[in-house]
């Protein structure tokens, strides 16, 4: 079965340091969502884009956090400086019209 | 603003003894309600959809439900895999973003 993959799984950083999260999507998927879980807050949506595109990143603190598709098969998320707070796991999800499928996440660890 | 609310948090079971969970939502015209299905340390897998009132969907030991307010995830003579978080999401017409509930967290002892 296609699956969505991410990268890394798991990280563990320093307050303050650039951390990068990457995502490929299922080959075909036009979209992709990028949501953050936490036990607090469950799963919130940051940004998604089609064909590319974002379309919605209200979900996102704009100050220290950037998404980008920079080809079809390649999404990232960046915080940069990162703080306490921004631990969580993290989601990328593809689709084409729906279901979203959801890779396995980014475990994020801000010391 | 929209919102998905499931219950209940947590629910034990043992095996073979049926149970529901529900997901009441306030999606302002709602396109699809979707339920997932999540391990630790996993993504969240697809289920089912279900697009109006009345719909049924089933798959194994699952049936999920829709009702104009609410839907609900039947399972029948669970089993210890059957074990997982169970989230609910719906989304807006128009729109492909998903508004997720906090899950129901099922145990189901052997």
């Known amino acids: 079965d296609a699956r969505v993959t991410q990268t890394p799984r798991h990280k563990v950083t320093e307050m303050g340091q650039e951390v990068t999260m990457r995502c490929q999507p299922i080959?075909?998927?036009?979209?992709v969502f990028w949501y953050r879980q936490t036990m607090m807050q469950g799963l919130e949506l940051l940004a998604y884009?089609?064909?590319?595109?974002?379309?919605?990143d209200s979900g996102m603190p704009k100050d220290r956090f950037s998404a980008e598709m920079p080809d079809a098969t390649l999404a990232t998320l960046k915080i940069q400086p990162s703080e306490p707070r921004d631990s969580a796991v993290y989601f990328c999800?593809?689709?084409?019209?729906?279901?979203?499928?959801f890779g396995d996440g980014t475990r994020l660890s801000i010391l | 603003e929209d919102q998905v609310t499931q219950s209940p948090e947590a629910l034990r079971l043992q095996e073979g003894e049926s149970s529901s969970l529900n997901c009441s939502y306030t999606v302002s015209g709602l396109r699809g309600l979707f339920w997932y299905r999540q391990d630790p340390g996993k993504g969240p897998e697809f289920l089912f959809t279900l697009y109006s009132a009345g719909e049924e969907k089933e798959k194994e030991r699952l049936k999920a439900t829709l009702t104009k307010k609410e839907s609900f995830l039947h399972i029948t003579a669970p089993k210890p895999e059957d074990s997982a978080t169970y989230l609910c999401a719906g989304s807006q017409g128009g729109s492909e973003k998903l508004v997720f509930g906090k899950g129901t967290k099922l145990t189901v002892n052997p």
């Open positions: 884009f089609r064909n590319r595109a974002p379309l919605d």
């Open positions: 999800a593809s689709g084409f019209t729906q279901p979203q499928h």
């Open positions: 080959l075909g998927h036009n979209t």
